[in-house]
T-cell receptor, first 113, second 114 residues
Framework: GNSVTQMEGPVTLSEEAFLTINCTYT??????LFWYVQYPGEGLQLLLK?????DKGSNKGFEATYRKETTSFHLEKGSVQVSDSAVYFC????????????FGKGTHLIIQP | DTAVSQTPKYLVTQMGNDKSIKCEQN?????MYWYKQDSKKFLKIMFS???????INETVPNRFSPKSPDKAHLNLHINSLELGDSAVYFC?????????????FGPGTRLTVT
């Protein structure tokens, strides 16, 4: 079956540090990949996505590149802010949705001023 | 305007009770979902409806029954509540089904069973 593995948290960084949150996956075929962010007490929001190999998704300074050769979709940001503190989820959808949806376990990011 | 709304935001109830959570979306999407997030933040899809028709029914107890009176609403009814049902339940919607991703999420309903 499909699976998504994210680095365990919490990840604690200082403001303006470089961020990487690792995400690797196993799936049949060519899944679509997503990053979602959940701020405290809120629902999830789509941060970015990529639907085919070598696509780069980007939004609000965050980027992730769909790497089929390493089955990865790592999230990066060059300079984090305190307001980026949240839980980040990597997710995949395979088979156009027919094979279902799989979330990673989430990575809690804490940015200190 | 709120795109995906849920009521109530908090629900505290005793074991054995029956409760419902309501969800409405004003995005005009054809597909709606229910997700469960446990205390460790793990997310799992429960149900997916497309145009009022059940598409996905993951392995959840049959005490959980979704009901879609129209395309804009997907309610979740839970019978005989158990302690293990305590979680945050999220409603979501999407225009393209799961092919477009997990969807636009509501704010969540925190259910606590005592």
């Amino acid at each position: 079956g499909n699976s998504v593995t994210q680095m365990e948290g919490p990840v604690t960084l200082s403001e303006e540090a470089f961020l990487t949150i690792n995400c690797t996956y196993t799936a049949t075929g060519y899944p679509s990949l997503f990053w979602y962010v959940q701020y405290p007490g809120e629902g999830l929001q789509l941060l970015l996505k990529a639907t085919k190999a070598d696509d780069k998704g980007s939004n609000k300074g965050f980027e992730a590149t769909y790497r089929k050769e390493t089955t990865s979709f790592h999230l990066e940001k060059g300079s984090v802010q305190v307001s980026d503190s949240a839980v980040y989820f990597c997710a995949l959808v395979s088979g156009g949705g027919a094979d279902g949806l799989t979330f990673g376990k989430g990575t809690h990011l804490i940015i200190q001023p | 305007d709120t795109a995906v709304s849920q009521t109530p935001k908090y629900l505290v109830t005793q074991m054995g009770n029956d409760k419902s959570i309501k969800c409405e979306q004003n995005l005009g999407h054809d597909t709606m979902y229910w997700y469960k997030q446990d205390s460790k933040k793990f997310l799992k899809i429960m149900f997916s409806y497309n145009n009022k028709e059940l598409i996905i029914n993951e392995t959840v107890p049959n005490r959980f029954s979704p009901k879609s009176p129209d395309k804009a609403h997907l309610n979740l009814h839970i019978n005989s509540l158990e302690l293990g049902d305590s979680a945050v339940y999220f409603c979501a919607s999407s225009p393209l089904g799961l092919a477009g991703g997990p969807g636009y999420f509501g704010p969540g309903t925190r259910l606590t069973v005592t």
